[in-house]
């Protein structure tokens, strides 16, 4: 079996920094990465949501505003049930064209930031562009894109650059020239009920998500009871104590279409930097438990695994970043 | 608390390869390594084996041979009992001078292997001899030196590569500038009972040991529990089927003194390479199992813990190994 490399040809350039493989490394099982047209250079991922006690508000103007022209190529949505009693919803829009995006964005932000539509319910918005050298998806197979893999052409073959610590670096197309290091402290500059965040530079963002609609009998057995727990406990852990890990935040959402939960989850995290999050994957004992848990059930099941695993991570400058919360309870997001 | 880096200064050059953390690394528990003096250059272990069933064959030429001139500036000896029922003892030296060690060699070797010994008995001779820059080590206390790090000065400070994947490569000098690639296939030449094996460059050996002499208790008996037996079946997988991802031999040990085994044992290894090692250490479940047992000690005990665990991890070129056998069993060591 060729594989190939997960950066894609138009993005590879002279190497200043080495890759954590070898040449002739065989990854020990498949895995596929989004591949977009070569016109794409930037996208945008905005991370809007509402927050809530009891029954969820209407969404309609939202789901009006996606509809519109220069809405989102791809979005979804997803619940998180948060400790103290409230709950997010949050929609999750993908562009990749950001100049669509900024026309859309000049058009319906008033509709859900605006003061006009505060309504006691707490909104807001989280919204990152990374260039396409600055972000990286990973798929356990190839045939279901979710997140910003919606808006590509389709899914490589299997590519090399996976199943060892440091792929996700790897995969980054500017990790062959860049350590990708964060620079400057968050700024929150707050009043009259809004707080705007301004993360520094290397901000990091991790969409992970699970996926066990296709599971039957002993595999969704296992999962729910072997896998999902340390995964939770993994997630609680993150929100509840990461900053000191450099974790500013994290939610733990499951997906919800038609307004109903679905087998499907995703944890989203921000961290001060792409190095944070290495070190607290790769060595931190809630995760090493997520990383055991899902290891043996994978071995368990071997290639008849249905469970379905994906990810985007990103990097962000300073200027590719927008992060603003209205009427929110404290510690949503990077508020806190 | 201020760390120092795992390279000593004198071995410090311009780098070409990275680190995989940032300088600002800060590791969440300490670790240590020996110190040499700067005079010297190049070490040898000789890992010196005797094979039998039953009754321990004495070993009194081995010791005097140990005593005399140019002896080791260290050895201790250890226990493995394979799965056939034969039982090896294995010497290992230690010399920081590789002059000593050919002229004791040549002094010595014959009565170690020469065909006038020959009485039915497996023996056995695995040496390297790794430059400064070829090898590295790691403690988790400073307090007591095993292996090569018995001939060194002393321990250093706070080290700040390790508690990472990587870790291993970053404190091994030559990592600033050399991939380790490995080149060239086993060349296996055998007659006359008598196996003489010729690895490729880039081999790689770790020495990996732990000492439950201090534990008591609860500490003990977790160790013993929970740590041990997963430990053992990661060792058993090696030395039965780690030829697939590039093992070419494991044994699992344990010291003897007097004659006696003690509470200290040591896996030992040789592979492919520094790469094949990471891997398994990074990915394989076997090793993951026991990493996450080790862990899940480690932070059940906190600082309080009393076992010590150590580390001793070379790499070598062609022409800096020689690997011997006599009258040994099928599968040993580097034969197979």
């Given at each position: ?7 894609p ?6 190497r ?5 493989i ?6 020990p099982y ?7 047209s070569?016109?794409v250079r930037?996208?945008?991922m ?8 009891g ?15 220069d809405?989102p190529?791809?979005?979804d949505r997803?619940?998180?049930?948060g ?6 919803v949050?929609?999750?829009a ?7 995006f900024?026309r859309w964005f000049?058009?319906?932000r ?10 006691g319910h707490?909104?807001?918005a989280e919204i990152?562009?990374p260039?396409v ?17 919606v808006l590509?052409?389709g899914m490589?073959?299997?590519v090399?650059?996976?199943?060892y ?6 995969r980054i197309?500017?990790s ?20 705007r965040?301004?993360?520094g530079s290397g901000?990091?963002?991790i969409r992970?998500g699970?996926?066990?609609?296709a ?5 969704r057995a296992?999962y ?8 939770r406990?993994?997630?609680d852990f ?14 733990y959402?499951?997906v ?10 995703f944890g989203m995290?921000?961290w001060?930097?792409l ?5 607290w994957?790769?060595s931190h ?7 055991g848990a899902?290891m043996?059930y994978l071995m368990?099941m071997?290639?008849a695994?249905?469970l379905?695993?994906y990810h985007e991570?990103?990097v962000a400058?300073?200027?590719e970043?927008?992060f603003e919360y209205?009427d ?6 990077l508020m806190g």
């Amino acid at each position: 079996m060729t594989v190939e490399s997960a950066i894609p040809e138009h993005l590879r350039t002279g190497r200043t920094r080495h890759r954590r493989i070898p040449d002739d490394f065989a990854p020990p099982y498949p895995s596929f990465v989004a591949r977009s047209s070569t016109a794409v250079r930037q996208v945008v991922m905005a991370y809007l949501g509402i927050q809530f006690r009891g029954e969820r508000p209407p969404l309609a103007v939202l789901d009006a505003a996606f509809a519109a022209v220069d809405g989102p190529g791809h979005h979804d949505r997803a619940r998180v049930d948060g400790p103290d009693g409230t709950t997010e919803v949050v929609s999750i829009a993908y562009w990749d064209d950001p100049a669509a995006f900024d026309r859309w964005f000049a058009a319906h932000r008033e509709s859900w930031l605006g003061d006009a539509v505060r309504d006691g319910h707490g909104r807001w918005a989280e919204i990152i562009r990374p260039t396409v050298e600055e972000h990286e998806t990973l798929f356990s197979s190839p045939d279901r894109a979710e997140g910003v893999a919606v808006l590509a052409d389709g899914m490589s073959g299997e590519v090399q650059e996976h199943a060892y610590w440091g792929g996700m670096r790897d995969r980054i197309p500017l990790s062959q020239t860049d350590p990708m290091a964060p620079s400057g402290e968050p700024v929150v500059e707050s009043g009259g009920g809004r707080v705007r965040v301004r993360p520094g530079s290397g901000l990091c963002l991790i969409r992970s998500g699970q996926d066990w609609t296709a599971t039957e009998g002993d595999e969704r057995a296992m999962y729910l009871r072997d896998v999902e727990p340390v995964l939770r406990a993994g997630m609680d852990f993150l929100r509840d104590e990461g900053r000191a890990i450099g974790c500013y935040a994290n939610r733990y959402a499951t997906v919800v279409e038609d307004g109903e939960p679905v087998d499907r989850s995703f944890g989203m995290s921000w961290w001060r930097s792409l190095d944070a999050l290495e070190r607290w994957a790769e060595s931190h004992p809630t995760h090493v438990a997520i990383f055991g848990a899902a290891m043996k059930y994978l071995m368990a099941m071997g290639p008849a695994a249905r469970l379905r695993l994906y990810h985007e991570v990103s990097v962000a400058t300073a200027d590719e970043q927008c992060f603003e919360y209205v009427d929110c309870v404290p510690g949503t997001g990077l508020m806190g």
